[in-house]
């Protein structure tokens, strides 16, 4: 039985890095975000925080036994069923934006960022509240003999809420209910799209449709995983063979690493953002930091006054469509422009044009001159020179 645990443990311990470092590169996604990237980062990080918190639960449960308080047992259980229950409510969230963008298009204004934030919050908020609560009141939690005795090896003694029938009926039934609403609407959706592609008026739209069809591929093989994986813990706390209890686990682990290439490979936002990571594109400069330089194909090597260096290889031609459709509104540049004018008072003006200059996008043209305008006005060199430099 040790040895089952064991090889739970070690399967966690191998997920966690993984998420971690797929969470890390969600801070190189392009921006703006979308919706689907922002709940997929979130999805990352709930699966994240679940392998961190089985990996904990081991600790505690089989190396250090008899050293801490049961109370930190159950508070961990506490944190599984929250993010259990967010990384169902993400599947939800993209499930419902997804349907709302294909069967309604015209309403995909009612799902906002602001609003995907604020569900995002209430996803990790709500369970965790929930369950404080209910593991606070009801008999077997918190509040078994030796209440809330968290520093002491007496505490919560023989804690077993979770063979009360009305709290296993609390865990199931929402995750039945959320299980049984995404198999509708993408059932919905898969009819939605087989009716669209029958219609002679829509081929102009093959493009759109095929990406929609390869996104909507990419989330029912991540919520198909998540039921697989989390359908099984629902007779978890039923007596059970110790070989069922390991199968039940090692499922589990399973959907959180089949998760984990998925995004690699069917998530062109995590793809690019993966890309970026590993290959550096980014501009390191003495008076604007973290001005990135993924659009410029300029080759600088000359330093200057801004303080680049040889920008790194280009990007593959593989995101070339990702990178047209992702371009930043004007919004986002401006907010840029007047940040860096705030955290930069005092630098010289012309380094602020640039930087809108290779915010802006504009041609690689522009922002050479602006560049060799200021390298002529700060080593006071003729203006015949510039003329020179682009042949007037």
């Not at 031609?317 to 992702?326: G, I, K």
Request: hydrophobic share 45%.
């Amino acid at each position: 039985y040790e040895n089952r645990k064991q090889v739970v443990n070690t399967s966690a311990i191998t997920v966690f890095p993984v998420f971690t470092w797929f969470f890390f590169c969600s801070r190189y996604l392009r921006r703006p975000i979308g919706v689907n990237s922002r709940l997929c980062v979130s999805l990352t990080a709930s699966d994240a925080l679940c392998a961190f918190f089985y990996i904990l639960t081991y600790v505690i449960n089989v190396i250090l036994p008899n050293i801490l308080s049961n109370c930190w047992s159950l508070l961990l259980e506490v944190f599984k069923l929250a993010t259990f229950f967010a990384s169902v409510f993400t599947l939800l969230a993209l499930a419902l934006n997804h349907y709302i963008g294909i069967v309604y298009p015209l309403r995909r204004h009612i799902i906002t960022p602001r609003s995907v934030r604020c569900a995002i919050v209430l996803a990790y908020f709500v369970p965790s509240t929930v369950f404080l609560v209910m593991f606070s009141t009801v008999p077997g939690g918190f509040r078994a003999p030796v209440p809330f005795a968290f520093f002491s090896k007496d505490g919560c003694n023989g804690g077993g809420i979770l063979r009360n029938v009305a709290v296993r009926w609390i865990l199931v039934a929402p995750f039945i209910v959320f299980v049984l609403l995404i198999s509708f609407l993408y059932m919905h959706i898969l009819l939605h799209m087989r009716n669209v592609s029958k219609d002679p008026l829509l081929k102009t739209k093959q493009t759109k449709r095929t990406t929609n069809r390869k996104l909507l591929v990419t989330l029912m093989l991540l919520a198909g995983s998540a039921c697989l994986g989390w359908l099984p813990t629902t007779v978890l706390f039923l007596p059970l063979r110790p070989t069922m209890y390991l199968r039940l686990y090692l499922a589990i682990i399973f959907s959180l690493i089949v998760d984990a290439f998925i995004y690699a490979s069917r998530l062109v936002e995590i793809r690019y953002a993966i890309e970026r990571l590993q290959s550096g594109t980014y501009c390191k400069t003495c008076i604007l930091k973290d001005t990135y330089c993924d659009d410029v194909e300029l080759k600088i090597t000359n330093a200057g006054v801004f303080g680049c260096g040889t920008l790194p290889r280009p990007t593959p031609p593989e995101f070339a469509r990702y990178l047209s459709e992702t371009i930043e509104s004007r919004a986002v540049r401006f907010q840029k422009l007047n940040s860096s004018r705030k955290n930069q008072s005092g630098t010289q003006p012309m380094s602020l044009v640039l930087h809108y200059v290779k915010t802006a996008d504009v041609s690689n043209t522009l922002y050479l001159y602006c560049q060799i305008v200021v390298q002529v006005i700060s080593s006071g060199e003729s203006a015949t020179k510039l003329r020179n430099s682009f042949n007037f």
